[in-house]
């Protein structure tokens, strides 16, 4: 089978010569900003911060409108910039590694190409000229730099089975059904505006290739609906993902940051360019004007590259995963030569500020058009002698929302690994060490609150089949030869909790889900099986056509026709699960109660009354019995319930052996509790077994006669009052929820 491919060049995205002038300087910050050659601090940001997700069709009105988000310039193609959908701001969801990537899409077709053959291997993505074309010659369409940041998509489709792993692909039939990526909830089989694609060449709406959630090419409409494959030219719209850690800034081109239909460029982190302050030489600050000295090298340092300082209200970690500072000042060095440059401190900064109220860096950068993407070298952060800090250790990760005090831990995530921050240092603790929130719901409304985990029961009813439906079995198969799946759970009928409702038996298979990962999707399977061990899992029953998500369902209870108390009880968890998607930095363009108002929704006002822990009584006892341990802190952590740990640091000469035995032999504990040696020096107390609905009850410890109450209501407490900005949110939220169950029941 032969296959035509030809590239056409791009016409539809014209650049009018009147965008090459520059605009007034935005005075107002109010974040509107058109086409300008210079950036600065209103007009850039760090990594992708800014960035507004597309609108999420939730009204018959939404779905009758065009696709509608945020659009990102990448890469030229033919010499025109190319523009990109952005489908996703941030996600983890395409690749092994969780690496988080901004999800593109070619806002117009590029080309087109024809099948010699519907039924050749070529109609398979994998084996397509299509395929190779796009991983091939359309890569010329990227700078050097360019392609390096652009990440290889691994798309999965039903437990692990890769359809494809491509730097530049095509978009998949459930892409085109999620409603986060700002495409229509419908069926691919019904026509919808949000699908429709128009032509570079022509502006008008094609028939584009796209690729089955089976791996095969697809053909949409002209109607945004599938049609049938033909031999007919059909047009090619590339997608890609770009690593989020490749960007060290996003510039606004047009519209307003977190708008809908603004547009950006990228300035991308190269790693062959570089600057730093030679050494031994020193800024000078005459009145408000700084002086840098400053050399610049790399192999793609060349005479259009400039010195720029970048200022900050706080200092930056070189990671952009979290949160990011705000940039104050933006601007090229003024009167720059090979060796120095200088610029004017505005009159909003201190010179005895410099390196505590804000922070000043040096970058060097090669900008490029308002439509193409710049690059920059690594910052450097300078202080007011002009000495380079060193880069690396702590200092790569030494992000002020982190801290300790009194005892009191905070986390910063950092890739895959947690670590705490003491005095500057950095070090890594096991997951089960933090605060991972897992709260439950279940499908039946009523018992919303019987754990503290998110609990996506999936009922499965499965009828008895006709005679011969499977292996030619001459008599009615056993509804237990049935095996069914949830994202990552797989278990056999037999193995499944049972509940009648209305006659029907349901087959209950139960998925927990992290509060943080409320908007996460999960398919579904039924296999028929009549032996299953977690591998083989017999023939496909049926699936899904749609995926489930906590979110999906608490929507459901919300506009159904339920209590009052229940559906202020799911806001409340949906308040939760985004108040935990912002502690962790989770899918932030997501959250789980974006559009979601009422009774329960909202915690700002919410008061966690006080409640401390005696530490100070606790130690005194402790150490007027000559006790081997002395009491340290208190955490909570999330797993199918809230588990208090209570941490007893080893006194000098005694083991954790010894101390454990002590406590076996000398406390007395109300609760379900374990005590378990902790690294290297410590032991802890873990109560278990404590739900939402009893979150504030008292527990007792009690040592030497004396009694110390224990519970959850203590360490929420002290979150909301010495927490880090982040966790101030998470625990009020927390307590709003225990307060909407409270209700409920």
């Known amino acids: 089978m032969r296959i035509k491919f030809k590239w056409q060049r791009v016409t539809a995205i014209l650049l009018s010569a009147a965008m090459a ?57 033919n010499g025109t910039p190319i523009k990109f959908r952005v489908l996703s701001p941030r996600t983890s969801s395409f690749n092994s590694s969780n690496v988080e990537t901004m999800l593109l899409d070619s806002d117009v077709s590029l080309t087109q190409t024809h099948l010699g053959s519907i039924y050749g291997d070529h109609t398979d993505w994998k084996r397509s000229n299509i395929a190779g074309l796009l991983n091939g010659p359309f890569l010329d369409s990227f700078t050097q730099n360019e392609l390096e940041a652009i990440a290889l998509t691994t798309y999965k489709k039903d437990y692990n089975k890769t359809l494809f792993e491509n730097k530049v692909f095509l978009l998949t039939e459930r892409m085109l059904c999620m409603g986060a990526y700002g495409y229509s909830t419908k069926s691919l089989n019904s026509s919808s ?25 697809r053909r949409m409409g002209t109607q945004g609906a599938v049609v049938s494959q033909t031999t007919d030219d059909t047009d090619v ?90 940039i104050l000042y933006y601007s090229a060095l003024e009167s720059s030569t090979e060796t120095n440059g200088s610029f004017t401190l505005p009159e909003v900064f201190s010179v005895n500020g410099w390196g505590s109220d804000y922070h000043v860096y040096l970058i060097a950068e090669n900008v490029n058009g308002d439509y193409e993407t710049d690059y920059a070298s690594e910052l450097v952060e300078i202080d007011s002698q002009g000495t380079s800090l060193p880069e690396g250790g702590s200092w790569t990760m030494a992000n002020p929302a982190d801290y300790r005090r009194d005892g009191w831990h905070e986390y910063c995530y950092i890739g895959d690994h947690y670590y705490t921050i003491v005095d500057g240092v950095f070090t890594e603790v096991t997951a089960s060490d933090l605060i991972i929130p897992k709260l439950q719901i279940f499908m039946k409304a009523e018992v919303v609150s019987q754990s503290s985990g998110v609990d996506l029961n999936i009922y499965f009813p499965i009828p008895e089949c006709p005679k011969g439906s499977y292996n030619d079995d001459p008599e009615y198969t056993d509804p237990c030869n049935y095996a069914f799946g949830v994202g990552d759970i797989k278990k056999l009928a037999i193995d499944c909790p049972i509940q009648v409702i209305d006659g029907i038996t349901y087959y209950i298979l139960t998925l927990t889900v992290p509060a943080k990962c409320m908007t996460d999707s999960y398919s579904y399977v039924v296999y028929h099986s009549t032996s299953f061990d977690g591998g083989d899992t017999g023939s496909v029953y049926f699936t899904g056509e749609t995926s489930l998500s906590v979110r999906d369902y608490a929507e459901t209870v919300i506009n159904g026709d339920y209590d009052d108390d229940v559906k202020r009880a799911c806001r409340a968890m949906l308040a939760y699960g985004s108040a935990a998607q912002s502690y962790f930095g989770y899918k932030i363009d997501e959250k789980a109660d974006e559009g979601i108002s009422g009774v329960g929704s909202d915690y700002s006002n919410v008061s966690i009354p006080e409640k401390v822990f005696d530490k100070t009584g606790l130690n005194k006892t402790l150490l007027e019995n000559a006790a081997p341990l002395s009491y340290s802190q208190m955490t909570l952590t999330f797993g199918s319930d809230f588990t208090i740990s209570m941490y007893f640091k080893v006194k000098d000469g005694h083991t954790q052996a010894e101390t454990k035995n002590y406590i076996e032999d000398n406390f007395l504990i109300s609760g379900d509790f374990v005590i378990e040696e902790n690294g290297s020096d410590f032991v802890a107390i873990r109560l278990r077994g404590i739900t939402i609905n009893n979150l504030m009850d008292d527990y007792n410890l009690v040592y030497s006669g004396k009694s110390f109450p224990v519970n959850a209501g203590q360490y929420l407490y002290a979150g909301s009052q010495r927490g880090s900005d982040r966790l101030k949110p998470l625990v009020k939220a927390l307590y709003n929820y225990y307060l909407a169950v409270t209700i409920a029941n």
């Open 193 to 217: 505006i949000k699908r429709v694609k128009y032509s570079a060449e022509s502006s008008d709406a094609v028939n584009w290739f796209i690729i089955s959630d089976t791996g095969y090419l």
């Open 21 to 77: 002038f520059a605009v007034i300087p935005n005075a107002l910050k109010n974040d509107t900003v058109r086409a300008t050659n210079e950036k600065n601090a209103d007009n850039t940001k760090f990594g992708a911060s800014g960035i507004k997700s597309p609108i999420y069709p939730r009204s018959e009105d939404d779905e009758n409108t065009p696709w509608t988000g945020s659009y990102v310039y990448f890469g030229k193609y």
């Open 237 to 326: 719209s590339p997608a890609l993902n770009i690593d989020l850690s490749s960007i060290l800034f996003t510039t606004l081109i047009s519209g307003k940051f977190n708008e809908v239909d603004s547009e950006y460029k990228l300035t991308l982190k190269d790693s062959d360019l570089n600057i730093n302050v030679p050494s031994g030489q020193k800024v000078e600050i005459s009145g408000r004007k700084v002086t840098i000295p400053y050399e610049i090298s790399g192999t793609n340092a060349d005479a259009e590259t400039r010195a720029t300082i970048v200022i900050t209200n706080e200092r930056v970690c070189n990671r952009p995963t979290l949160e990011t500072p705000e």
